[in-house]
């Protein structure tokens, strides 16, 4: 594999942004989830308006992992009062870090990670932080790989369904 480029997202990779995010989170969430939340979430969390508030926040930036001019990831991270959750002033929270399953296992996550941690020292953040699916053994092991631990959970709603997510952290 070429090396990986991170290029951060502006307006005109919109679309791009779009085929990436639905492809990957379907592939990461539809094998344990119905066919019903699945597409009810991805119709409301991808859509243009959604993406491009999202986008344009200045306190969430978007970055694609890119081989061979071909996006093939990406991590959305937030600070301030972008964040999900936590909102404090001194955090950054990693809201996504997706790659194509075909790019698995080839230290693509971990490149998007390193960024992430990168902005964090960037802005001074005391710690990272973040919430992922407790049945997402995959990601719960890369992050505790990473250094993150468990402080919290919370409920996420999917669809019709609650899901409990683990709440991870790293002091930096």
Do not use: C
């Not at 964040?83 to 194509?100: G, M």
């Not at 990670?113 to 992922?132: C, F, P, Q, R, S």
């Amino acid at each position: 594999m070429d090396s990986i480029e991170i290029k951060k997202v502006n307006l005109n990779d919109l679309s791009k942004l779009q085929v990436i995010a639905k492809q990957t989170f379907f592939d990461t969430f539809s094998p344990d989830n119905t066919a019903e939340n699945t597409e009810k979430y991805m119709n409301e969390s991808f859509t243009t308006e959604k993406l491009t508030s999202e986008i344009e926040n200045k306190n969430s930036e978007f970055y694609f992992a890119i081989s061979e001019n071909e996006v093939i990831g990406y991590l959305k991270v937030n600070s301030g009062d972008a964040q999900t959750e936590l909102k404090k002033e001194n955090a950054l929270e990693i809201e996504r870090i997706y790659v194509s399953k075909d790019f698995h296992g080839k230290k693509v996550g971990q490149i998007l990670y390193d960024k992430a941690l990168t902005i964090a020292k960037e802005k001074n953040a005391d710690y990272v932080w973040l919430g992922v699916w407790e049945k997402n053994t995959r990601a719960i092991q890369f992050y505790s790989k990473n250094g993150f631990a468990e402080f919290d959970q919370h409920i996420f709603m999917f669809g019709d369904e609650k899901q409990t997510d683990i709440m991870m952290r790293k002091e930096i």
